[in-house]
């Protein structure tokens, strides 16, 4: 049976109905049994039917557990009772109405344990394993505190390597999980249990690499259990010293293993075991060339200790890292080709170097007092002084920069992908490129005369030979935009655009194609670190160039991403573009048309908004082709929403754009607005923010209000009100719009609706929500003046009642509504105490009290009303009372 039908089998969805009281055993059995039966799919779902219907049960998981340790069942039964098993533990050990007792617990604990050790079947023993590391975070060490001693005793020197094998397998597992638990409780019991079993484990570990170092005995069979123990045993050391150690300095088992790795250069002793066993004839197999692999995991597994510790206990790891340094510089600037190491190994190398130059722990100075600071000057003087560094970058540049024909043949046949690789991020800890630039700039930032000094000598060489392979002179210009800002005083970047760089782009063969697209990507990165305005008139000529239709799609889509960089920058003037904009415009046009990728269609449109944004009226030549090309665009997107986006974004940066003249694209904005705004459309969960901007721009940006824009307000905003929660301040936006481009419409057709809507979201709506509501009716009243205030009279009586037990922030605000509608209509202000009084029992309160009270109230907090807007207010309001209403 397949490991996929393994798993699906092991994670069955609940089924409703036909559930049986109680279960047994050779129920559960059966239904593993036909599970097994692959070849028939009949069986496979009854089988998966009875499992189903067996989860909701208590004795599921001890009915599991009993399959997984009856050595007479078939292999594959017992694998599928074990990841069953691993699954469902969580369920049956949180609280709920699954959790078991404590005294099955403990059976379950007990059988599942030693299932671990007994069973020959190595498929459910990874399980089993996996699920006692479950357990053990459940119950250790509260209802299991025997855990690692029992672990400890198959651990003896009278235990066979096969279980010492599993038991430092196991507790490899435990550590890992309880070094999740973050509870300080929590935390504690996992300081104590590695003060308690971190020697232990060094000692496994130390002799057990002893014997793999050695080398495999003719005749010998525990060559591969030793390579496993050594493993597993630096996996639970690693989980230990970086989770577990309190004190790292005061703590001698960890200093004297670190040491034992320094001084006995262990890491490069690895590598250099697994290519002396490629050459033994005996490990030309498969199994051979497994256990290889298992050897060089263990170095690999040393560095990402090392790496850990020095991200997250820098310190710790100076006295140390003069030897793991050295072992790095080694393996990644010397001879390591001949070693046929693994790309994950030159990595991790190229990070630990990396991190040395860009931790913060570790930028002490000569005269810093901590002594840690003496082991980091000394670490800087013997492996990165100026000879080095200088060796170091060449290396970098010359080796590991340089595209492989891997690279080449993915940029010449799956051009999009490769481009749209996303940079950055954490590329660099695991791709071998990625982490070569990632150094670079660590060496540049950390040694920036040096590097600086060598990386211009190498422009200068590559520049004024003419013999320089192409992959080596485009290494040398991705250098020189890495360390751009560290160069600004170093290199004449105009002169090397204008003797060189425009020279060789204007080379067409596609031998040069890698070149022209990093010539692009070099510019774009120098244009906001130092460009004269002539070389960017120069530089939008040679966009015009890379958007060519006749251009290589892979210097095309990199001119696009150029784009955004050379306008979205301080120093750029619409006159230096204007000449090329209509050509620049119809190459990205033309490019987001033939782009098949939805991320190339993306990228292109961020730089089109961007572009179209800072050109501001220049756009209006080319308008009719931008909006015929985003309508075509949006009838093929389909389902592509990262696309509709952008669509919807390049509109509305086109409506601001045109201003008053947005009134020729209204239709097509129009439509995109109903359909991002349609809540019974799918879509809208990703359209409706862009959406509503879009609705706001060309609202503010309309001179009156056309039928396409009230029917969207009749149609679309009622029931936007209702879902406004996370979008209030645009929907807000929206109706502001509408208040001031057609204010008699919206207070005949959709002020009532408003004002309801208010009247029952102001009493459960937090002090923001509050304010923009109330900034938006108090603009009304200011547009219709008293005409508004019998008709906002459900809303201030809902302000009035809630003024005694508001806040006095929330009572500024409200205050602010309050008097503009009793400055603008005394008469019907004081309706609002009428209705209030009619809402209170018979006979209790009259609205002549309510007002009585209303003014007490004024007068004794107007003081904590600190707007000076909103003061002026009250006090006009309070004013036209004592004048006898001037209205």
Known sequence: MDVSSANSVANPEPVAGGVPDNISLAAVLEALRLCTMGKNPDSVMAGEKI??????????????????CDDAQPDDVRTIAAILFKNNTDKFWRSGALQLDEPTKCGIRGNIFQACFRQGNMGAVKQAIAAVGKIARFDYPKTWPTLVDDIGSKLSSDTDDETKCRAIKLLHECTKELATKRLPNDRKAFCNMTFNIFYPVVNIFRSTLALVRKGPAPGSFSYDQYVRQALYSAKVLQTL??????????????????TFVGDDNVIMGLYNIAFELEKLEDFKSEAGIQLIVSVRKIALRLQRTALSMMEEHALAMSPYLLRIISQMVALVFGDSSSLNLPERALVTGMNIIKVFHSERAYRS?????????????????????????????????TKLLPLTPADMERLTQDTEDYCNEIEGYDNWKFCLRPSAESLLSALCYSNQDISGNKIVELIKVTTSG??????????????????????????????????????????KSIQNMILRRRILWLIGEWCSVRLAAESRVALFQLLVEGLAPSEHLAV??????????TVDVFEFRVEDMAPVAPAIFQGLLLLVTECTSNDSQVVILNSLNITLERLESQVHPFVPKLLQC???????????HLVQCGIVTAVKTTVRALKRDAVQIEGFASELIAMSTDLLNPAHVHLLTDGLDLWTALLQNSEVCTPRLQKLLTERLPALLEVTSENMEIVMEVLEGYLILAPEPFFTGFYDTLVSWASLTIPQIKEEGLEIIIRILDLSVQIYQAAAVPKLTPVLVVLVIG???????VFAIKMGLLARCLYYNFQGFTQVFAVIADRSP??????????????????????????????????????????????
């Not at 985003?630 to 592509?640: R, V």
């Open 51 to 68: 499992l189903q219907s067996c989860q909701s049960h208590k004795q599921f998981l001890a009915a599991l557990g009993a399959i997984i």
């Open 803 to 809: 003024l005694p037990t508001d806040p006095a922030r």
């Open 466 to 507: 003419h013999d320089v392979p192409m992959i080596v002179k485009e290494a040398v210009y991705l250098s020189a935009g890495l360390a751009a800002f560290h160069l600004f005083d170093m290199l004449d970047f105009d002169a090397l655009f204008r003797d060189h760089l425009w020279r060789e782009f204007q080379d």
């Open 842 to 887: 018979p006979q209790t309160t009259s609205a002549l009290q309510i007002f009585h009270e209303f003014m007490k109230l004024w007068t004794e907090q107007i003081n904590f009303i600190s707007k000076l807007e909103r003061r002026k207010l009250c006090g006009l309001a309070f004013m036209s009372l004592l004048l006898g209403d001037p209205k």
């Open 241 to 258: 010293m970086v989770n577990g150690v309190r004190d790292h300095s005061q703590f001698q088992p960890f200093k004297d293993y670190w």
């Open 556 to 565: 095309r889509l990199m001119a696009a991403k150029v784009v955004k960089s």
């Open 630 to 640: 985003l309508m075509d665009l949006w009838t093929e997107s389909g389902d592509s």
């Open 365 to 397: 100075t000569k005269d810093d007092p901590h002594p840690e600071s003496s082991h980091l000057q000394i670490v800087r003087d013997s492996y990165f002084g100026q000879p080095n560094v200088i060796a170091m970058i060449e290396v970098l540049v």
